[in-house]
């Protein structure tokens, strides 16, 4: 067993630029983090905010060209991803890193039974025999909590309901008990009572197998229920990064503190009417050298648009561990 | 506005959306996908009647009959006094003035080859006798009150962002002076921080032109702070309709409560201390629904009758109707509470 304390994930600058006619996009800028056995990292931005990029980066699934991972570090354990050949990669992906995607009707092949795409990691990944991959596929079914596993397993995608389905890539991706699972927008395709169901379920099965979890979503609610730490994602940087109840108590950066006020609740009072952000996300044609976010910001000033401010951390905990920001305004002023 | 004395507006009664199912070599007619059940509700001037359900429930099919998009199986639409379900197509074409929709997705529901003051003018082509000038002075005018800049008359949808294609979706629904705008999903498609903006403008046009909306969602917390009144709707049935502050505080029929309970929401402690009713399985389907109660293969209070009895929705609370046998104690038969809320009371009947 490795040492409890050592990161299952250390990233640290990643950077990952789109090559179009237009000329480059710069998805992910200097991106940083690092995660532990049984943690969950919860990663927030809008579309575009470069958090689904960041993650395909990390184990190569992004079609390159267009895409181009141009700098960065990716510790899974003690190998660099980055470095490795594409076959290593293959065996590292599925294997060590496990991954559910949005839309489980896609993601699944339509033409292959559920028991045929769970059994291909087992015989490609674990060396297991067809048989006993046929067993486990079925004891993997059962543990996500699906009625009636052994004839289920039978069935092809289109037999499932979308939560059905989502359960059967959560089986996929843990059939070989990775040490980490990527799981971007797992519930967003789901209505909400569904969207309990695989929440409660990704919870139960992550305190018995004890994964690390890299949760990416735009829902600031799903976040507060699974999340250990929360990183918050805007124009392809991380602009703030802490502990789950820092974030939602004293969130630092006006991105953050804008977003959680966007958000309606259900309970507690209801505003008279929404605050929002003005303007629009931007794209990022190139390397920024100012905030992101100072276009939107409400308190942007002159430094904002001089340079591009850099994670800072708030308490005495290295970078990544407690509560850090990138911004000028909360470096110079910050909120009371 | 929002005023509890206004008259109705719209009055939908016994609605009943069918599509036939058929099936074997002849093509026979052999079921029917029940998308609307005997649906009936009225919507006040100046209200917003918020919608909510998961997807198939029948929420998007509802808004569309209620426009008269779909024709009707059964039922009367009565807006603004008349029943549009039994109009003639002329006379239709007349009415659509009055009634307008905004759709879930802005990409697919504007042309990408018009402009966007070609969008915006062709209600008014159709439907008005404007001149040139008058028409465009119109356009402007609309693209001033959705916040949009005048110097884009001339561009195409693609070179629009997510919320501002919704805007020109809104301006279009305008563009005639409805009294009844159904929004479908209008909000579901946009990043959260521009749906903030989104709904502070159909707030803001609400107040100004004294619309009436039909705000169709699956997102109850935005419901929760656009809608006056909210109907909770279950494999084609209104299952709860009552005030939104009610519903929110305590919800009465064991769906609405699951699927309040459901919602997640942004506070880690609430998140960490609170115990949510988790729905075993999934939706039946609306074309074989169980005997009795909709809800009744996923409901944690089900009883006995509520396998073989539809349960009607009836008022137990002042404002508030409920589908649910828990809060009849008494079988309802028709004309027994008399009084003004009868017709209202017994919509879905009792199904045996």
Aim: charged share 20%.
């Amino acid at each position: 067993m490795a040492d409890e304390a050592a990161p299952v994930l250390d990233v640290r600058g990643l950077t990952t630029v789109f090559h179009t006619r237009q000329g480059e996009i710069h998805a992910v800028n200097a991106v940083s983090f690092a995660l532990k056995r049984g943690e969950v990292l919860g990663v927030v931005g809008e579309s575009g905010s470069g958090k689904s990029v960041t993650m395909m980066s990390l184990v190569g699934l992004l079609p390159t060209p267009p895409a181009e991972v141009r700098a960065g570090q990716v510790m899974l354990g003690t190998r660099d991803l980055l470095q490795m050949s594409a076959k290593d990669l293959s065996d590292v992906r599925g294997a060590k890193v496990g991954f559910v995607f949005q839309d489980p009707m896609t993601s699944l092949n339509p033409v292959f039974t559920v028991e045929n795409q769970i059994c291909e990691p087992l015989t490609r990944h674990m060396g297991l025999s067809k048989a006993q991959a046929r067993a486990r596929s079925v004891e993997l079914l059962e543990l996500v909590g699906i009625p009636d596993a052994a004839k289920r397993v039978k069935y092809y995608p289109h037999q499932f309901s979308g939560g059905m389905r989502q359960r059967v890539m959560i089986a996929i991706a843990l059939a070989c008990e990775p040490d980490l699972l990527i799981a971007d927008e797992p519930t967003t395709a789901l209505d909400v009572t569904i969207q309990a169901q695989i929440i409660e379920l990704m919870k139960d099965l992550q305190k018995k197998l004890g994964m690390a979890i890299i949760w990416i979503t735009h829902d600031m609610g799903v976040i507060a229920g699974i999340a250990d730490r929360v990183m918050v994602m805007y124009g392809g940087q991380v602009v703030e990064h802490a502990p789950v109840d820092q974030i939602f108590h004293s969130p630092q950066h006006p991105y953050t503190r804008a977003l959680l006020r966007t958000i309606p609740t259900i309970t507690g009072k209801r505003e008279a009417r929404l605050s929002v952000i003005e303007g629009q996300p931007p794209i990022m044609a190139q390397a920024p050298k100012a905030c992101p976010f100072g276009a939107r910001c409400a308190h942007h000033f002159a430094r904002c648009d001089a340079e591009n401010p850099q994670r800072r951390p708030l308490d005495c905990l290295p970078l990544g561990q407690g509560h850090d920001v990138a911004c000028h305004w909360s470096a110079e002023v910050g909120y009371a | 506005m929002r005023d509890a004395s206004a008259p109705d507006l719209v009055q939908v009664d016994g609605l009943k959306m069918y599509f036939p199912v058929y099936s074997g070599v002849l093509r026979r007619h052999s079921g029917d996908i029940k998308a609307v059940d005997d649906v009936s509700f009225t919507i006040r001037a100046g209200e917003t009647l918020g919608l909510v359900g998961e997807s198939g429930c029948g929420k998007s099919t509802l808004g569309r009959a209620m426009l008269r998009l779909y024709d009707p199986t059964a039922g009367r639409v009565v807006i603004d006094g008349e029943d549009i379900a039994r109009l003639s197509p002329e006379a239709l074409r007349k009415k659509r003035p009055t009634m307008q929709m905004v759709f879930q997705d802005p990409q697919a529901s504007l042309n990408p080859r018009m402009s966007l003051s070609s969008i915006i003018g062709e209600p008014l082509v159709e439907h008005t006798a404007l001149t040139t000038a008058q028409r465009q002075d119109r356009i402007y005018e609309l693209m001033d009150q959705v916040g949009l800049n005048r110097r884009f008359a001339n561009r195409f949808p693609h070179e629009f962002s997510g919320g501002q294609r919704q805007r020109i979706g809104i301006a279009r629904a305008l563009a005639l002076n409805p009294k009844f705008i159904v929004c479908d999903e209008p909000i579901a498609a946009l990043d959260v921080s521009i749906q903030a903006q989104v709904v502070n403008l159909l707030e803001d046009l609400q107040d100004k032109l004294g619309l009436t909306y039909l705000f169709i969602s699956h997102d109850l917390s935005m419901v929760r702070h656009i809608a006056d009144r909210v109907a909770v709707m279950y494999l084609g049935r209104i299952v709860e309709l009552s005030p939104r502050d009610d519903l929110y505080a305590r919800p009465l029929h064991p769906y609405a409560e699951a699927l309040l309970s459901a919602v997640n929401e942004p506070n880690p402690e609430r998140a960490r201390t609170r115990s949510r009713i988790l729905l075993k399985g999934d939706l039946p389907s609306p074309a074989n629904p169980p005997k009795g109660c909709n809800f009744c293969t996923r409901c944690p209070k089900v009883f006995d009758r509520c396998l073989t009895e539809k349960p009607a929705l009836v008022q137990v609370e002042p404002g508030r109707k409920v589908a649910c046998h828990l809060f009849q104690t008494l079988k309802p038969t028709a004309g027994s509470t008399g009084g003004f809320h009868t017709q209202d009371d017994f919509q879905q009947g009792v199904t045996l």
